[in-house]
């Protein structure tokens, strides 16, 4: 059976998309492409197709261009799922749910919630969410299967068709190789993911000034967004004991994580991330990492247990750089909970038991 993945707003080889969900249909006997719209040509990466149709010029364009094609030659393919993975593809999706396709909703983030915090004039974002909330009940009636990111974004969708899939990490996938004992680590603290000031950057910097004898280091690893938004961080004092890396790929991470103390993961108190699985926690986690993070309620629930963390006021940078120095003055302790936190991922918080939910969902729709 053949099941196409439209993703023309993703990388290509975005970790959920490919490597996760279309390599474990593949790996399942599904003929599976994946259509992409960046410019760069096909190929094929463990048994997917990836299809790419182009990117135009232009901000609209070079966004609503691509799907529409993406659109064309997916029904082009005949396959038996259509399975999209991109908010704004909505309309485009109903249209192929209409003429008979078998479509899935792969829901990512809580759409109607995320579009209020854009940079816009409250009207846009009203309308724009109200927008989103309509097309996505339309959704729920007309397509085949809907699959969540978490728990909060199923509660959205017919329960008889919703299928709950988070995105936890791949086994040992940023584990690396030859990382340094921990004891012998130097004071650096890991940041990975999009850096925006609600994902707590300004916070984080500022804490670093506060540790005592500033001999703390954080390495950043990831795409300031705006990209404005790096030269206003520079201007900060904690700037200097800033490594800022770029944008890195898996294995520079992976080594990275190998030489951390911690991970971090200090996201503002807005609706949409207290609901959130941010994939990063998770792999701190894997990698055996203990983790500060926010104190969020579903936080606590999700990781208390396994007492892998310290809860901190994400607002208050003074309160970031307290838990920070815990971990640097408490090696033995610090590496105990980056045990126990590997042994919840490897138990509970991996992709191979929410694969298995993945193949469920299709299973279903072929019978």
Known sequence: MTSVHIATLHNRHDTRILLKECVSLSNEGYDVFLLVGDGEGDETFDGVRIVDVGRPEGRVASRLVPMWRAARRARALKPDFIH?????????????AATGHRVIYDVHEDYPREVLAWRFSWPVRYAVSFGYTVLEWIGGLMFAQIVAATPHIARRFPAHKTHTIRNFPLHDELVASEASPYATRAARFAYVG?????????EVVEALTRIEETRAVLDLAGAFDPASLRADIERMPGWRYVRDRGWVGREEIAHLLGEARAGLV????????????????????????PVIVSDFP??????????????????NPAAIAQAMTWILDN??????MGERGRLAVEND?????????LLECYHSLAA
């Not at 999209?84 to 192929?96: E, I, W």
């Not at 918080?349 to 939910?357: G, I, L, V």
């Open 349 to 357: 918080y991996n992709w191979a038991r929410e694969s298995r939910a």
């Open 298 to 315: 579903l936080w606590r629930q999700l990781i208390g247990d396994a007492e892998c963390g310290l809860f901190v006021d994400p607002l």
């Open 84 to 96: 999209f993975h991109d908010g704004m593809f909505l309309p485009f999706a109903l249209l192929l």
């Open 331 to 336: 090696p033995e302790e610090a590496k105990a």
């Open 194 to 202: 999009k850096i925006t000031v609600d994902r707590g950057i300004r």
């Open 266 to 289: 200090v996201l503002h108190p807005s609706e949409n991330y207290r609901y959130s699985y941010p994939i990063k926690l998770f792999e701190y986690m894997a990698a055996g990492l």
